[in-house]
């Protein structure tokens, strides 16, 4: 169980509390679990175990909850769903369960393959595949390495996702044709299940290597096994809210994700889709997960990032012009509650006056 109580990283930076006092015991307190969690365990049951109840507690659970959400309650969940009825998962009990099981065989292979090449690392280099000792990360260190790991992690998807599992040469069709067969079975918006339903090879190559290689890369620059942590975490929240087909995920950011990978899953039924004039096998666009590089290479659908961000600011800006609407007029009601003082008060003194 002590391996559980480190998964709370964000309490490192962010504790619940704004006095410097419970701030300066919750910190005390993560110290002490992490440095008692460092001496009884290896750096890769640590990280095995740490990763994989990530996994769990912010993919798998979540994910069932929607599922059982999009099947008990059809008629509420089609209006918070792209693409309405139509990207309800299919009612029946054995389809389900086969998605569930190949979703579960994933996530175990994927835990496998990591502990295998962490151990290789950890043996080849003589020390750990991450950095692990009671020493916890400073703050601006954990920003800047998790800058670099997505920052990675979406040049690799992109390039993996557009040219190997959405490229029509020869020498990729094999790749291509699984992705497809698995992944873009059905022509409606995913499902937060859906994540890991692909066939294990192209799972492999979307999902884990673009998660775990740029993690092993700064493995030169000491990354510390929390900030490791702490990217999966981000990681998989990100790609099972983004995976979910609801129209309410909070956020321009993620809201414009979880469309845009909408949009990808619908395009990506027909045997080849156009983008700029050429022609892609499967999927037509939106092939990373921020949506940068689809900006730059020209394969956004349905609305790019860039969009988005101005959505943002354009709503922001009704908000400010809102807030000095609502405070020209509560300067106005107050003026006027001022000057109706003023006035009884000089009738009052006018009244005392004349009765003297």
Known sequence: ???????????????????????????????????????????????????????????????????????????????????????????????????????????????GVEAALSLGVATLLKTPAFHTSTTLP?????????????????????????????????????????????????????????????????????????????????????????????FVALATLEETLSMSGYTVVPGIVLGGMARRTAVHYVSASSSFSSVAGKKKAGGGGNFGSWGVLDWMHGTSLGGDVMADLRDEAEKHRLQERGASKVGEVGGAVRDGVEGLRKRKAGSRGRKARGGG
Request: avoid cysteine.
């Open 1 to 111: 169980m002590d391996v559980l109580l480190s998964l709370p990283v964000v309490s490192y930076l962010f504790t619940t509390s704004l006095t410097s006092w419970s701030t300066s015991l919750n910190l005390l307190f993560f110290y002490m679990t992490w440095s008692t969690l460092i001496l009884s365990h290896s750096p890769l049951k640590i990280e095995i175990v740490g990763t994989t109840v990530l996994r769990i507690a912010l993919w798998l659970v979540p994910s069932l909850i929607f599922l059982a959400f999009d099947t008990l309650l059809p008629s509420l969940a089609e209006n918070i769903k792209y693409n309405g009825a139509s990207a309800l998962p299919r009612r029946d009990a054995r389809a389900l369960a086969k998605l569930a099981g190949l979703a579960i065989f994933n996530l175990a292979l994927e835990t």
């Open 138 to 230: 400073l703050p601006w260190q954990m920003i800047k390495h998790l800058a670099l790991l997505f920052a990675a992690r979406e040049v690799l998807t992109y390039y993996i996702h557009r040219y190997l599992l959405h490229g029509h040469p020869t020498s990729r069709r094999r790749l291509s044709a699984l992705h497809t067969r698995y992944a873009h079975a059905h022509r409606r918006p995913p499902s937060a299940l859906l994540l890991k339903t692909d066939h294990p090879l192209p799972y492999l190559l979307h999902r884990f290597l673009p998660l775990y290689l740029p993690a092993l890369a700064l493995h030169s620059g000491n990354l510390h096994i929390l900030t490791f942590l702490l």
